[in-house]
């Protein structure tokens, strides 16, 4: 029988405002203090039941301070943008864009992903962007499967997906000179920001 | 009257005959599309995760390429660009600053919004009902359906502002009973599919899609209307996968264009039905 450790009991007292929670709010305009555990939003979530914490645990964690805790979920990693939560929310708490941050900063702190082949996949697919202008959905799939050691198991389906012609082997650039400009003056502005 | 046209990634690899059956229709409509030369991707799936100022700036500096051609309405049909171009314009509208920074990196000043549509919602308008309804050439009303809308175009609802009820939407199910198909009473048309993680966690997909599926069978479908690229091809591919599993559903995924396309009298040859992976075509020939 494993041992069960003792789960921490974590109370927040009438006005506490985490820093973490603050930062958040600055940078990405949303108010986990909003939140009033109802769980609406882990009731509709389609993934929670693959995520170590669930939405309504993340945003109170959120609220406590608890970063270290909370970056090391494969959470937000998961959280696939459906918007169930938002939509539900009584409270128009925003934990959609509470996802968007926290993936953001652990992208930023360089905190190790708990979902390494998700996180691989934004960060393929965007430099496959930055790159062409447009999606190469080939040369991502392939250069996912290839880092993430799943080429096996990927292949079948690219396969039928080339014999379907709906994948190009060949990439087409699309106005990809405008598209790296972007990319260097939004990395630049996210600088002044956070030097700010 | 005429639409820009943003005829995105997805529509130019795997949602190719989303494209093709969407020009027949609106074609037969006699509405012109013009797509923009200078499009960039959106950043749809991919941005928001890593940078929500670049995920906001995609979007944002299509919209100003067509604010320059001088159209004020474009057409989205990827529903999650549409979800893209939602959000920014809103993230964009809500925060002084973040749209005056927004704006010196796009290097446009919108004067007023270019207004961002679905063709559903394009389609779903009393006029182009009616004319719809004037212009079915082939009996499909032995066909029953489910219209299945999936996540990014109806939430999260304050910001993508799609024109029907976000839980319960009836926009498809109105504008295919206008050509004639019947459409069916159910419980996952919002649910969803779990489409950005195709690749990545395939067991969790495979989830998911297997419950939107249970249920359009459960209800007597013989086929899915889906107006979205993410969700015809994770609907259509794992079915597959499913059947190896014992799940055999072979249950024909349409784009809801290609069904309008059909019932307008595009002969099947002239559309792309060939590319879905399960056998669309034999639901389409009368048993009755």
Redesign the interface.
């Known amino acids: 029988m494993t041992e069960v450790t003792a789960i921490p009991e974590y109370y927040l007292t009438p006005g506490h405002i985490s820093e973490f929670a603050s930062n958040i709010k600055a940078m ?2 949303v108010d986990a203090n909003m939140c009033f555990q109802c769980s609406k939003c882990t009731s509709g979530c ?2 929670a039941e ?1 995520m170590d914490m669930t939405p309504t645990q993340v945003i109170h964690a959120v609220r406590l301070g608890l970063k270290d805790v909370v970056l090391n979920t494969n959470t937000y990693w ?1 959280c ?5 939560c ?2 539900r929310c009584p409270q ?1 708490t925003g934990l ?2 509470i996802m ?2 926290l ?2 900063i652990a ?1 930023r702190e360089g905190i190790t992903p708990r ?1 390494p ?2 996180a691989e ?3 393929t ?2 430099s496959n ?1 930055k790159r062409f ?3 190469y ?1 080939a040369g991502v ?1 392939g250069m ?2 290839l880092k ?1 050691g799943t080429l096996g ?2 292949m079948g ?1 690219g396969v ?2 080339l014999q ?5 082997l060949v990439p ?1 650039f ?3 000179g ?2 790296k400009k ?2 260097k ?2 990395a630049k ?2 600088q002044e920001m956070a030097g700010s | 009257m005429k639409y820009a046209y943003y005829n ?3 529509l ?3 949602g ?1 005959e989303y494209n093709n059956s969407l020009q027949h229709v609106f074609k037969a409509l006699d509405i012109e599309l013009e797509e923009p030369k ?4 959106c ?1 749809s ?11 906001d ?2 979007p944002l ?1 299509n919209l100003a390429e067509i604010d320059k051609m001088g159209l004020k309405e474009v057409m989205v049909p990827c529903t999650a660009c549409y ?1 893209r171009f939602k959000i920014a314009q809103s ?1 964009e509208k ?2 002084l600053r973040l749209e005056h ?1 927004i704006e010196a ?2 290097e446009h000043k919108f004067e007023r919004p270019v207004s961002v549509l679905h063709p559903l919602e394009i389609l779903a308008s009393e006029e182009n009902l009616a004319r719809l309804k004037s212009l079915v050439k082939r009996d499909l009303s032995h066909l029953k359906v489910v219209s299945y809308y999936g ?2 175009l ?5 910001e993508t502002g799609f024109k029907d009820n ?1 839980e319960y939407p009836v926009t498809m199910d109105r504008i295919l009973n206008a050509v004639g198909i019947q459409t069916l009473d159910w419980s996952h048309k919002v ?2 599919c ?4 195709a ?4 067991d ?1 997909v495979m989830k ?1 899609t297997s419950k939107i599926l249970d249920d359009a069978m459960a209800v007597g479908a013989v086929a899915v209307a889906v107006p979205c690229t993410f969700c015809q ?1 994770n609907l259509d ?1 794992r079915q ?1 996968d499913l059947a190896k599993q014992g799940k055999v559903y072979d249950m024909p995924v349409y784009y809801f264009t290609e069904l309008i396309a059909l019932a307008l009298g595009v002969p099947e040859k002239d559309l792309m039905l ?2 879905h ?1 399960v056998e669309s075509e034999k639901v389409l020939a009368r048993t009755t």
């Not at chain 1, 379907?164 to 190009?168: A, E, F, N, Q």
């Not at chain 2, 200078?38 to 991707?41: E, L, S, Y």
Request: one cysteine or more; proline letters at 3%.
């Open positions: 990405h305009g389609p993934l693959f998961l696939v943008a459906c918007g169930t938002t939509g128009e959609l864009k968007d941050a993936a953001n992208i979902e082949a998700i996949f934004y960060k697919g965007l962007i202008g447009m999606m959905e799939a996912l499967s993430t198991r990927d389906m039928r997906m379907k012609g709906k994948l190009d087409h699309q106005n990809s405008e598209m972007l990319f003056k939004v502005k996210e | 995105s990634c997805s130019r690899s795997t190719k200078n499009w960039i991707c950043g799936t991919l941005a928001h995760n890593a940078s929500v100022l670049l995920a700036i995609l500096k979800n993230e809500g925060d920074e990196i796009i996540c990014l109806v939430r999260p609802h304050k976000p649910e969803c779990g489409g950005s993680l690749i990545t966690r395939p969790a998911l091809l591919i597959e060939g590319k992976f």
